[in-house]
């Protein structure tokens, strides 16, 4: 009976443990997460959403009071048009929390950053290449575009010097997403260095619809890996979404995936960005618990507990300290659905907003919690304390059995 220890990802001539801990924004899979994963031999992520909160958190920067402070005149303006991300800035921010992973980083893995397309900051292209040159310059082994996938991505790092040593990745949720990439990507000459497809079981948003439950990463993986032999593209193909167990692994890397990318379990891990109290509402969620809604103003669908804070909550957009979902032209989802609401209750109290939220201050709070399908089976991997709570996990426990267990085994902490 194999093990994922039996398979390895191959880069070029190099190898890793074929284990991929998924970007987890804001800041979910913090910094010493993912440098976990390549202490082992795998590869982690960092996430560069909401990436100047995160430098202040991590660096004690003040580059979201600064920009508050900036646009305070325009709180309670409904135009959010003028709010533009200083570059300068975004680029510091970038460098300071991409740098700092990189030096800390030992062992023979890889640190990757998730950036999400559909993070527009009011500027989707100049936000978009700043973000991936300042990670390119502060010595990122890797990027992985996903979210809002834009064809044209690559062509913005086209004139980086590292634009072909760099490895860089997109995240696809269907064959056709794939090819018209590669389409649209041909005349760079250059192809992706590695292909997540993402079933309809991960966490965060999702690539498909509300019909999620239709499609099933099994047989979107076969087409993708159908397509990229027939092409002889040469491409790693790495399954995403659902994969619980070692077992569950092995059962993608035996038909051709080349890794795997892994979230929820550690969404559990003691390393893990969410708060205690977070982690444990994850532990003890049921199926009934988990929902899939259109609450994102991103326009995808996200999968949450049905009991985050977020859902409903109708506090003013903080798009002067934030803003990175607003479109190129200053626009938000949540915004329109506030002001509807505000037109309604004009003194601005009680205001609840159901079919939107303000998913920059609510990932940022940490009270939309996003989560991977099979959450409610996180309870099965550990034992609870006396108190009844549940043990948290280190990320090398939950690492290793990845990679060693057989038989749909869980191992459990000492
Ligand atoms: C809490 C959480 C947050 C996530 N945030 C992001 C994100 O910011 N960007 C992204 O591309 N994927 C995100 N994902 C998706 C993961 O990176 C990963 O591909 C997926 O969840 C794997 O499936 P699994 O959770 O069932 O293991 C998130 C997943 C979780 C559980």
Known sequence: MKRVDDFRLMFGKKEYVPIIVGGMGVDISTAELALEAVRLGGIGHISDAMVNDVSDRRFDTSFVKDKTKQYKANINNADKSGIKFDLDVLADATRRHVGATMEAKRGDGLIFVNCMEKLTMNGPRETLQVRMASALNAGIDGITLSAGLHLGSFGLIADHPRFRDVKLGIIVSSVRALQLFLRKNARLDRLPDYVIVEGPLAGGHLGFGLDWAQYDLATIIAEVIKYVKDEQLHIPVIAAGGIFTGSDAVSFLETGSAAVQVATRFTVADECGLPAHVKQDYFLASESDIEVNTISPTGYPMRMLKGSPAIGDGIRPNCESYGYLLDGNGNCAYITAYNR?????PDGKNIAVLDKTCLCTQMRNFKLWTCGHYTYRLKDTTRRNG??????????HIFRD???????QIALPA
């Not at 609401?341 to 209750?345: Q, S, V, Y």
């Not at 990845?402 to 749909?408: A, H, K």
């Open 341 to 345: 609401e505000l037109a309604l209750h």
């Open 387 to 396: 108190d009844g709570s549940y043990q948290t996990l280190s990320a090398e």
């Open 402 to 408: 990845y990679q060693f267990s057989v038989d749909n």
